[in-house]
């Protein structure tokens, strides 16, 4: 299902070669995967800290919230959602990646509202790997039905599998990530997982290897 040297509109430049591997079919999910996290990695770190810190801000918030209700023995939803709306107001950045991080902390106080297990005593940093989450979704794997209707010859059904298939492998690195960037406050030094079927040289053998074959 070879998808050619097109470049699609709807992607930006970082995403059309996870799209084109994923069409193309050659690779397993674990390479598919590993080639979108790299772009995804790229555009965390492009967009910047803002969402780590409101992140942390709005976790906060949420941590002192849930110690008081038990106090108190309740908690004011509606507040809470307000006070997150007034954070994302009051936070010089791009409305995008404030209404991205808004997005993923509501996510998260919806969960704990309705019973979800989740550790609210690490609310920044479940609140982070949810924006990153969400980047992801609506960088890539939300514009991928929009992608589709642009070409002929893909099988939807099969891409749409794929996408699936790597899901695991992008839910461990992104929580990995998560962790590292609300430790270090920063997401300036995230790392990424080793590349499928890689592996570290063995110095030992890679030298009685040359002796010999005689290039020694």
Request: proline residues 4%; glycine residues 6%.
């Amino acid at each position: 299902m070879p998808d050619g040297d097109r470049v699609h509109s709807r992607l930006t430049r970082l995403y059309q070669k996870p799209y084109k591997w994923l069409c193309e079919g050659k690779a397993n999910s674990n390479e598919c995967a590993w080639i979108t996290m790299k772009a995804l990695k790229q555009d965390i770190m492009r967009k910047g800290d803002l969402p780590v810190m409101l992140a942390r801000y709005m976790g906060k918030s949420l941590e002192l919230t849930i110690e008081d209700a038990g106090n108190r023995g309740s908690v004011d939803w509606t507040a809470l959602n307000l006070e997150f709306d007034g954070l994302a107001q009051k936070t010089r950045g791009t409305h995008y990646l404030k209404e991205l991080t808004l997005c993923a902390a509501k996510s998260v106080l919806h969960d704990v509202r309705y019973g979800q297990e989740i550790d609210t005593g690490n609310a920044s940093e479940k609140i982070l790997e949810r924006y990153m989450y969400t980047l992801y979704k609506s960088e890539f794997k939300e514009r991928i039905p929009l992608v589709i209707k642009q070409d002929t010859g893909i099988d939807e059904v099969l891409l749409n599998r794929r996408i699936e298939e790597m899901q695991p492998d992008i839910d461990a690195t992104v929580n990995k990530w998560a962790k590292k960037a609300t430790k270090d406050e920063s997401v300036a030094k995230l790392r990424m997982p080793r590349r499928p079927n890689s592996k570290p040289i063995d110095l030992d053998e890679d030298l009685l290897g040359s002796i010999g074959g005689g290039t020694l």
